[in-house]
């Protein structure tokens, strides 16, 4: 399962996304906030940047942007697993 780096929450992959592009945006991203990369973080690994649809940037891991989901409230939940079968828990 791949966390966020700062606060460990889960995130999650959208099986609508494809070609390192993200499908959720608009009322998607508020229930599903895009894991925003800054401008001073560089690409390592697995791990690059995708541009979203209003010009901010998204982590993606192994091309697949991710998500967090707004009804998980701590570090280990992981609500958002298999919601509408089309959202999952990210794995490395």
Known sequence: ???TPKTEMTL???DKDSGGKSMCN?????????LAAQANEKNEG????????????????????LYTFIKDK???DMTGDGVKDVWHVAKP
């Open 46 to 65: 697995k791990w690059t940047q995708i541009k979203r649809d209003d010009g901010s940037m998204q982590w993606a891991y192994d091309g697949k942007p």
């Open 74 to 76: 701590k570090a280990g």
């Open 1 to 3: 399962m791949l966390v």
């Open 12 to 14: 999650y992959t959208f």
């Open 26 to 34: 608009g009322e998607c991203a508020k229930n599903w906030p895009p």
